[in-house]
């Protein structure tokens, strides 16, 4: 899965516009969703749904028109290859995960908890870094493979870092295992346990979907500050990365507990020269749908 350096696209208006724009932006439409929630009789549900929908097609026209890495770019064969997990994992997981989702917000106005007396703003930082320590926690654990559940995660965790590019639609490659552990133990139990308000479930997820879509982006997106609180692009490109010293980043939307735990690895401007998994792992390359699905339950 070697590939060969490339030099990004000379800055334009526009991809200068993009670079630093976008991010901003995307907290806008956000805000935009977060006022609609507060102010208006409009169903919860519908925010969340609208706000993810927009920001996924915005995205996925900006990067058509607009690659950040020539090489990254989606192929034919890729999407091909992407198709068979799109379909696959759509028809289950991520139709699963969408109902969850929704079941989550109708039900989130009427459970109790520890933080069902705090104020919105703090049971929203609440929700963030508890989510965060989760996914952290499993994550890093997922990589390291310690023991013999750690290497089972692994190999289940491992088919999302396969392909050797990284754009939006590679999002969507993923063993339905790891669908299953992420939104059932990270996302949706501490939800249901804590007792969150409405407002704040929604809101909570609006962020987080849009963290999740823009770290993939395929775009010369620069967050700068940001990201020493938020995961983007710049510092998830190196969580793909083929050396295994520098693929950290284990957060997926905060980057608070990377500096805290020494995992945080951040080069301005600069994209990692290989993504994917090095060809000594003993791992089957992405396009064997059948090798990949049936990779947790064998020994590499």
Same mark, same amino acid.
Request: glycine share 8%; hydrophobic share 45%; charged share 10%.
């Given at each position: 899965?070697?590939?060969?350096?490339?030099?990004?696209?000379?800055?334009? &208006? $526009?991809?200068?516009?993009?670079?630093?724009?976008?991010?901003?932006?995307?907290?806008?439409?956000?805000?935009?969703?977060?006022?609609?929630?507060?102010?208006? $009789?409009?169903?919860?549900?519908?925010?969340?749904?609208?706000?993810?929908?927009?920001l996924?097609?915005?995205?996925?026209?900006?990067?058509?028109f607009?690659?950040? +890495?020539?090489r990254?770019?989606?192929?034919?064969r890729?999407?091909?290859?992407? @198709?068979?997990?799109i379909?696959?994992?759509? @028809?289950?997981?991520?139709?699963?995960?969408?109902?969850?989702?929704?079941?989550?917000?109708?039900?989130?106005?009427?459970?109790?908890?520890? $933080?069902?007396?705090w104020?919105?703003?703090?049971?929203?930082?609440?929700?963030?870094l508890? &989510? +965060?320590?989760?996914?952290?926690?499993?994550?890093?654990?997922?990589? +390291?493979?310690?023991?013999?559940?750690?290497?089972?995660l692994? /190999?289940?965790?491992?088919?999302?870092h396969?392909?050797? /590019?990284?754009?939006?639609?590679m999002h969507?490659?993923?063993?339905?295992?790891?669908?299953i552990?992420?939104?059932?133990?990270?996302?949706?139990?501490?939800?249901? @346990?804590?007792?969150?308000?409405?407002?704040?479930v929604?809101?909570?997820?609006?962020?987080?979907?849009?963290?999740?879509?823009?770290?993939?982006?395929?775009?010369?997106?620069?967050?700068?500050?940001?990201?020493?609180?938020?995961? !983007?692009?710049?510092?998830?490109?190196?969580?793909?990365?083929?050396?295994?010293?520098? $693929?950290?980043?284990?957060?997926a939307?905060?980057?608070?507990?990377?500096?805290? &735990?020494?995992?945080?690895?951040?080069?301005? !401007?600069?994209p990692p020269k290989?993504?994917?998994?090095?060809?000594?792992?003993?791992l089957?390359?992405?396009?064997?749908?059948? +090798?990949?699905?049936?990779?947790?339950?064998?020994?590499?």
């Amino acid at each position: 899965m070697t590939q060969t350096s490339s030099t990004p696209a000379p800055p334009s &208006f $526009a991809r200068t516009t993009i670079r630093w724009g976008l991010y901003p932006f995307s907290w806008g439409i956000i805000l935009a969703a977060f006022y609609l929630i507060q102010t208006s $009789a409009a169903d919860p549900r519908t925010i969340w749904g609208v706000t993810a929908g927009t920001l996924a097609v915005l995205y996925l026209v900006i990067e058509f028109f607009f690659p950040y +890495e020539r090489r990254w770019v989606m192929s034919w064969r890729s999407f091909l290859a992407d @198709l068979k997990f799109i379909v696959g994992n759509n @028809l289950t997981i991520a139709a699963l995960s969408a109902l969850l989702a929704m079941f989550t917000i109708t039900i989130s106005g009427d459970l109790s908890g520890p $933080a069902s007396n705090w104020s919105q703003p703090i049971q929203l930082v609440a929700c963030l870094l508890i &989510f +965060e320590a989760c996914n952290y926690t499993i994550h890093r654990f997922m990589h +390291e493979g310690r023991g013999g559940f750690g290497r089972f995660l692994w /190999r289940t965790h491992s088919v999302h870092h396969l392909p050797p /590019r990284l754009y939006l639609v590679m999002h969507a490659v993923f063993h339905p295992i790891n669908g299953i552990i992420i939104q059932g133990m990270v996302i949706v139990t501490p939800i249901w @346990l804590m007792g969150y308000d409405q407002e704040v479930v929604v809101m909570f997820l609006i962020i987080n979907g849009m963290h999740g879509l823009i770290s993939h982006f395929n775009v010369d997106v620069r967050m700068g500050w940001a990201n020493y609180l938020f995961i !983007g692009p710049e510092l998830h490109r190196y969580h793909h990365s083929a050396n295994f010293n520098e $693929a950290k980043n284990y957060g997926a939307t905060l980057s608070i507990y990377d500096q805290l &735990f020494g995992t945080f690895i951040y080069h301005p !401007g600069v994209p990692p020269k290989e993504l994917g998994v090095h060809p000594d792992t003993g791992l089957p390359e992405y396009e064997r749908f059948i +090798e990949v699905m049936t990779l947790p339950f064998r020994k590499v």
